[in-house]
């Protein structure tokens, strides 16, 4: 961790999505109680919605029912990374001040964030850490057998390390740009933005605080995401 005292000024929290009209006002709701949290600790905040080739109206609900000042950025990529690399890129050059004073979040459009999330990386940042991976959970495994849950519990156990999700990211806009930002990849941006920004030498810290709650629906937006891991798991053999 750097040893000198950080402060933050601002926030920025990037949400790509997809065709997520139907669980969109959720995770927007959640936001804003997040951000309310931090609201007087940290009160320059931007919300941006990258609304990635949709057509089922998800742009104009993010406008509805997104908090005061939301902005939402139409793209057609078609690819979750060049879509958060999009949100960050319009935060940075339009409104950070401050690269080193800026923290960024990010997570996805079929996400809830507990009203703890932000505050929990910025005690984080604060310490002087400059980029938080934080866990995901799954409530409701209706659309699953109990074997694929139970084989995902194995599956996390055996991993060397825990995971970076983007739908549970952050770090400081200076780390971001020393990394050279969010590599536009169609999967595992998430991981690759974590690396590199390892690879910077700047301090990381995977957090167990703050679980963001996530969709276990069968069809994914993004190739090789969660859905297909649970699709994988789901036809291993017995």
Known sequence: ???????????????????????????????TVAMGRVAVA????????????????????A??????????????????????????????????????????????????????????????????????AGPIAITDWTSWPPTVRHRLQAHRRAQHAPSAHGANLGCSAAAYLDAGGMPPLATSEDRALWLAIGGTGRPVCHSTA???????????????????LLTELEDLPA
Do not use: Y
């Not at 940290?42 to 609900?61: E, F, K």
């Not at 958060?84 to 050059?93: K, S």
């Not at 709650?213 to 069968?218: K, L």
């Open 210 to 228: 703050a679980p963001v709650i996530t969709s276990a629906r069968r069809h994914g937006r993004a190739p090789g995401g969660l859905a297909q």
């Open 42 to 61: 940290c009160p320059r905040q931007r919300l941006l919605i990258v609304a990635d080739s949709c057509s089922d109206g998800t742009a104009d609900l």
């Open 63 to 132: 406008k509805r029912h997104g908090p005061t000042g939301t902005q939402v950025v139409e793209v057609d990529v078609g690819n979750v990374g060049a879509a958060r690399r999009r949100g960050f890129t319009q935060a940075l050059r339009s409104w950070v001040d401050d690269p080193e004073r800026c923290w960024l979040a990010t997570t996805d459009a079929d996400s809830a964030v507990p009203p703890d999330w932000l505050e929990a990386q910025l005690h984080l940042a604060l310490a002087g850490w400059d980029a938080v």
């Open 1 to 31: 961790m750097s040893s000198t005292a950080r402060t933050i000024t601002q926030v920025a929290v990037v949400v790509p999505a997809r065709d997520e009209a139907e669980g969109l006002p959720a995770a927007l709701a959640a936001l």
